[in-house]
């Protein structure tokens, strides 16, 4: 088995079941609705953001309580948190600042996943299902922040469609996540006992 770096793609499997059903959630609700402006979907947005964020919180809380080091997915919570809070206070601007917090957020969330595909593990699937949702981020991003001159709410859309990809790959890493830890778990026990018969 590739050796993997115990960083925060390490973070308990059910974090990313969370992140993935909520991205999924509001992914679906952004990607179809039928609203004619950003400003009845930017809340929708906004609230997503913070409930990112809360399972973020709780990922922290969990690694700080297990010693695995809580640095990482509490600056991913607040970098959620500050983007959907910012959302909600400008939700009654134009359309403007609406496309450029979401354009920023998006390229920055692509980038950090672009990061931990290539600085934290070298398990191949780790990797492909990181980069992939970071080439995503980044493309949607240049995307939303370039579709200013269409339709008023085609770049919400493709924010959606960018967290419907989050959400699906979330969800897969969650099952794969879940197979290294039980193999990890193996491993050390085969570990104990072939330490403890020769001792």
């Given at each position: 088995m590739a050796h993997i770096k115990r960083k925060y793609i390490d973070s308990h499997w059910l974090v990313f079941v969370f992140q993935g059903i909520i991205a999924l959630l509001f992914g679906c609700l952004t990607l179809f609705t039928s609203d004619e402006t950003s400003a009845a979907m930017v809340p929708v947005v906004g609230i997503s953001m913070l409930a990112l964020a809360i399972v973020e919180f709780a990922n922290s809380v969990y690694r700080s309580y297990n010693s695995q080091g809580w640095l990482v997915a509490t600056a991913?919570?607040?970098?959620?948190?500050?983007?959907?809070?910012?959302?909600l206070f400008v939700m009654n601007e134009g359309m403007t600042w609406h496309?450029?917090?979401?354009?920023?957020?998006?390229?920055?969330?692509?980038s950090f996943e672009l990061a931990i595909a290539f600085h934290t593990t070298v398990d191949p699937t780790d990797r492909f299902i990181w980069a992939l949702c970071g080439v995503c981020g980044v493309i949607f991003g240049i995307?939303?922040?370039?579709?200013?001159?269409?339709?008023?709410?085609?770049?919400?859309?493709?924010?959606?469609?960018?967290?419907?990809?989050?959400?699906i790959s979330s969800l897969i890493?969650?099952?794969?996540?879940?197979?290294?830890?039980?193999?990890?778990?193996?491993?050390?026990?085969?570990?104990?006992?072939?330490?403890?018969?020769?001792?």
């Open positions: 991913v919570a607040v970098f959620d948190a500050i983007f959907g809070l910012l959302l496309l450029v917090l979401i354009s920023i957020y998006t390229l920055l969330r692509g995307a939303i922040f370039n579709s200013g001159h269409l339709a008023n709410v085609d770049f919400m859309r493709f924010f959606g469609a960018y967290m419907m990809i989050l959400g890493y969650s099952a794969h996540n879940r197979e290294q830890q039980r193999e990890d778990r193996l491993a050390r026990s085969e570990a104990a006992k072939s330490a403890k018969k020769h001792s």
